[in-house]
């Protein structure tokens, strides 16, 4: 497994590769590696001929200062998972001055509303954040296709219409979100939560799947309500946001529409630690 730190060296080795027509991946994330994004790598093992695994913890995108600060590091243990699964990957681990250069700040970008609502309504700039450190993982690795997981399904979308913006030759790949055996959606904030916090965290999948099986048997106001007054009775979790939204544009729901595919969303907090999950509704 090759490892950089440098930008130019990993072009010159990836320019390589694009010159012997190989189909190149890449697999952005912010280190602390979970089955979750272990099952990216091997998504992009299968369809490309070298996967580059980015391990950045990007500043631009965190609105709270202390959620950057807490954010788990730990790249010689993401190194040895990764390293588990094949020896021939490529890993990018550069710093922030690397990437951004003297100035460590954000483009501003017009996602035409997808920024607007739910984690963008709640995370000021934050996809300004996203977009900004994707475009500059894209314009580095050069990459024919990227995965990403549907875990972060706003995120998704703001990718996707970043690469029609931009122009990007990038195949965008969202993969399934997995989950832990309580149901809980694995990321790596959870292990930040206390014993206590991950097990009472799998009650928001639980509310979930309530609803997907109960999606157009009810309006969406008193699912609304019922999804307030459960965590309000909740004592390990409190409710940041829900929302149903249309899958493709991500606006709030007024009325089911024929041939339209819907998600739910939830953001809620276990303790300080911030857990966000969503559900497709119909397929």
């Not at 014993?195 to 157009?216: H, V």
Request: proline share 4%; with cysteine.
């Amino acid at each position: 497994m090759q490892v950089f730190k440098e930008k130019k060296v990993l072009q010159k080795l990836l320019a390589g590769f694009k010159s012997d027509k190989k189909v190149i991946g890449l697999v952005p994330t912010m280190g602390a590696l979970h089955q979750g994004h272990l099952f990216l790598v091997k998504e992009a093992i299968k369809t490309c001929d070298k996967v580059v695994i980015s391990i950045f913890v990007n500043p631009t995108q965190f609105d709270n200062p202390k959620d950057l600060e807490k954010y788990p590091r730990n790249l010689e243990a993401d190194l040895r998972l990764l390293e588990e699964i094949s020896s021939d990957l490529i890993v990018f681990t550069p710093n922030a001055v690397e990437l951004y250069g003297s100035q460590i700040k954000s483009e501003e970008f017009d996602f035409n509303g997808l920024d607007k609502v739910m984690e963008g309504k709640h995370r000021s700039g934050h996809f300004n954040g996203v977009g900004t450190i994707v475009k500059l993982l894209f314009n580095t690795v050069k990459p024919d296709k990227a995965f990403f997981g549907e875990k972060d399904y706003q995120q998704l979308q703001i990718i996707r219409k970043l690469t029609e913006i931009e122009a990007m030759p990038v195949e965008i790949i969202g993969c399934p979100i997995l989950r832990e055996e309580s149901g809980l959606a694995r990321s790596s904030r959870n292990e930040r939560l206390t014993p206590k916090q991950r097990e009472n965290a799998a009650f928001i999948y639980k509310t979930l799947q309530e609803i997907k099986n109960n999606f157009g048997t009810n309006s969406a106001d008193n699912i609304q309500k019922w999804i307030e007054n459960e965590f309000k009775n909740h004592p390990f979790l409190e409710l940041e946001y829900f929302e149903i939204s249309e899958a493709k544009t991500l606006q709030k729901i007024t009325n089911i529409k024929e041939g339209e595919q819907y998600r739910a969303f939830i953001a809620a907090y276990a303790g300080e630690v911030r857990l966000i999950d969503n559900i497709a509704l119909n397929n």
